[in-house]
């Protein structure tokens, strides 16, 4: 099952972790809630960021060294407790030294108007949850016996998790603070070297264009009144050349951008499974593709999680609870759908289909369980929360 590093780091913050920490912070549950649910993804893409940079992957394993054992353990005694503002202080300094000082300020301040919570009170907030993501990333780097660089691997590997759970509202409020930087690096980069090449190709086009030009200008001038058909054919040759040469710039600055490296054995083609009029199976290496009856599973899948997750995620109050509910059915339906023509597929394909429906419980569970606990909405949504696990559980276990 493939690592998300904001789902393992989520799943120590319950119900009651997070209604702890309000209390702790004096704040608002549903604030709270709002805030740590954007502080995560948000410290992990600054992480992400460090990890990129030179001498970056050893200043990250030296700090998640640092962290004392059993920190994720201990964390409900340590908040609340007597050791809370030692805890935030270390968290928060921690977090400076990573960062920088003014990336720590612009962070706290960009949570706090995401939360509508005080400068203090994210500062705190943050100075508490950095620790806890440290403390997941030395589990992981302990478990997989990573060493600096197989760490930053494996945060830089998490960039496109991490982007699709910030809030919009709060990537917009990050969009100044260079934190998001290195989630668009990748991206901003293939831009980079595609307008480079079509600029290129452009100058060659122009640049041939010229002399074209001039080449045929004077050769008209010469011979424009007894030799036209000969002027014509070198025109033709010439433009010839010149899209020659700008398709070729064009198409081997495309491949230098998609092709894989010389080195790279091509992958042996997987045995095709007998035809059969009612199901289209086509299982690959990664997040497999199912087909049945023309239904892909796989994107159904995807597209259920992905507006699961929107929808539980917009649920903070019973009022909001009460719209998102026919979302929720809906979705449980579309899940119900998946089921039924699950049926048509053999071993392997269910199996593929259960891991994939597995590697999305934790973050969804983790939703419900908050929603849950906010007063006055469990007695409004926990029947289509209970329908729907009930629905992805049966999946997973297929």
Not at 23 to 38: F, R, V
């Amino acid at each position: 099952m493939a690592v998300n590093l904001v789902a393992l780091v989520t799943q120590f913050l319950t119900p009651d972790m997070m209604a702890r920490i309000a209390s702790a912070l004096g704040l608002d549950p549903s604030a709270a809630q709002k805030a740590i649910g954007g502080s995560i993804p948000a410290i992990l893409a600054g992480m992400a960021g460090i990890a990129s940079k030179p001498g970056g992957p050893q200043q990250l394993s030296n700090a998640v060294a640092q962290q004392p054992p059993g920190i994720l353990d201990n964390l409900m005694n340590v908040v609340g407790g007597a050791g809370q503002k030692a805890f935030v202080d270390n968290g928060a300094s921690t977090l400076s030294s990573l960062l920088g000082g003014g990336t720590m300020s612009a962070l706290a301040s960009a949570i706090g108007k995401f939360a509508g919570i005080s400068g203090t009170a994210s500062n705190s907030l943050i100075g508490m949850l950095g620790p806890v993501v440290l403390g997941v990333l030395g589990k992981q780097q302990r478990s997989g016996g990573l060493d600096a660089n197989g760490l930053a691997s494996l945060l830089t590997s998490q960039k496109d998790q991490i982007a699709a759970a910030l809030p919009s509202g709060l990537a917009n409020q990050l969009s100044g603070t260079g934190l998001m930087d290195a989630l668009d690096r990748g991206a901003a980069a293939v831009r980079g070297r595609v307008g480079e090449a079509a600029d290129r190709a452009s100058a060659g086009v122009s640049q041939a264009g010229y002399a074209m030009s001039n080449a045929a200008s004077a050769h008209a001038s010469r011979s424009m009144g007894s030799n036209w058909p000969l002027w014509l054919l070198a025109f033709a040759v010439l433009a010839g050349i010149v899209w020659y040469l700008a398709a070729r710039d064009s198409s081997e600055q495309v491949a230098e951008q998609t092709a894989p490296p010389a080195t790279q054995p091509a992958p042996t083609p997987a045995p095709r499974a007998a035809a059969t009029p009612t199901r289209d199976q086509t299982v690959g290496l990664g997040t497999p593709s199912l087909m049945v009856g023309g239904v892909n599973l796989t994107d159904q899948v995807n597209a259920s999680v992905a507006g699961l997750r929107t929808t539980l995620a917009g649920i903070t109050d019973a009022a909001s609870a009460e719209a998102a509910i026919p979302k929720i059915r809906e979705a449980k339906v579309q899940l119900d759908r998946v089921s039924t023509l699950a049926e048509q597929l053999p071993p392997d394909g269910k199996r593929a289909l259960a891991r994939l429906i597995a590697a999305a419980m934790p973050a969804i569970n983790s939703a419900c369980d908050r929603v849950l606990a906010m007063p006055g909405v469990a007695s409004v949504a926990q029947p289509a929360v209970n329908e729907l696990r009930g629905r992805l559980n049966s999946l997973a276990s297929a």
